[in-house]
């Protein structure tokens, strides 16, 4: 059961900041690009998303709820508060609502764990059956971002890549990185009318363009995505007129089954506070792996996002 809650947990964490995704973007003066972005409808998606992607990184936080499926592994939802002005804070609580890790995490204990992010590690609440059972009485499980990165290879610094630098609008930079979008029409999204662009990017590609890997490194990440039979990845977004992203979907093709991911967006600027859990009620992944408590097959749905 260590082993399996483990791996739920990585899983958990990488899917759920998904949500949010990475950014390397400038965080400089966007005043010129605002007011055009919303005042004229007849800029291009391209120059329009330069806009919206300005804006997005600059609002600094907001909440978050996104439901995620792959294949018959898993179902889930993620609800919280994120920030991403000094390094990805935050804290999702996270449900799994079928598939196969549904039924892994009833025999844990509990179907819901919540994971704090913080700009180093994230840590994850595990049940109170995982705790008397095989947490030695800690509830909290650190995984730094340094280990996770030695534990997936490529993947795994890719994925550390991803999580330290997490803001909304990774979206909004894949779609431009891609050269391939489009705008679809005006639409009501929760109340607020938004324009919906779409497009697909090459995920490989994508990697290669927005990631800080080498050459080695990027080829070992082309090679794991190969395998997971990882290609391409259909987005769409809807913004509203202060050019921030209210929705996104993304869907993609896998080994595993089809992967489909819709995130909500909304207060923009919410003040999020993450702290470490208390040092005595926390076990540190690292330490655990070093006695093979970790099965390393749950980090494979980060590179998918």
């Given at each position: 059961m260590r082993r399996a809650t483990l791996s739920i947990a990585v899983v958990a964490a990488l899917t759920g900041v998904a949500a949010c995704g990475s950014s390397d973007s400038d965080k400089g003066d966007k005043g010129g690009d605002k007011a055009a972005g919303k005042g004229a409808i007849h800029l291009s998606p391209i120059a329009a998303l330069r806009s919206v992607e300005k804006s997005t990184d600059q609002a600094d936080s907001a909440k978050v709820r996104?439901?995620?499926s792959l294949g018959d592994i898993m179902s889930m939802t993620a609800n919280g508060a994120l920030t991403w002005n000094d390094g990805l804070k935050g804290n999702l609580t996270i449900t799994y609502t079928?598939?196969?890790?549904a039924e892994l995490m009833k025999k844990a204990g509990t179907q819901?764990?919540?994971?704090?992010?913080?700009?180093?590690?994230?840590?994850?609440?595990?049940?109170?059956?995982?705790a008397q059972q095989a947490g030695g009485g800690k509830h909290w499980i650190k995984y730094s971002y340094d280990d996770l990165a030695k534990l997936g290879g490529a993947s795994g610094s890719y994925m550390k890549d991803q999580?330290?630098?997490a803001t909304p609008n990774q979206s909004v930079k894949m779609?431009?990185?891609?050269?391939?979008?489009?705008?679809?029409?005006?639409?009501?999204?929760?109340?607020?009318?938004?324009?919906?662009?779409?497009?697909?990017?090459?995920?490989?590609?994508?990697?290669d363009k927005t990631s800080n890997l080498d050459a080695d490194q990027m080829a070992a990440l082309k090679k794991q995505l190969s395998q997971a039979g990882v290609t391409t990845e259909t987005i769409d977004i809807w913004v509203d007129d202060q050019d921030l992203l209210i929705k996104k979907t993304e869907k993609a093709t896998t080994a595993n089954g089809t992967l489909n991911n819709t995130t909500f967006y909304s207060d923009y600027g919410v003040k999020v506070s993450a702290e470490a859990p208390p040092a005595d009620d926390t076990k540190d992944f690292g330490e655990m792996m070093k006695s093979g408590g970790m099965a390393t097959g749950g980090t494979g749905t980060g590179t998918a996002s």
């Open positions: 996104s439901t995620t079928g598939g196969q890790m819901s764990m919540e994971a704090r992010y913080l700009p180093d590690a994230y840590y994850a609440h595990m049940s109170e059956t995982y999580l330290q630098n779609l431009l990185a891609s050269g391939d979008v489009k705008k679809v029409g005006e639409e009501k999204v929760s109340g607020v009318q938004t324009t919906h662009y779409s497009g697909k990017v090459d995920v490989a590609t994508l990697a």
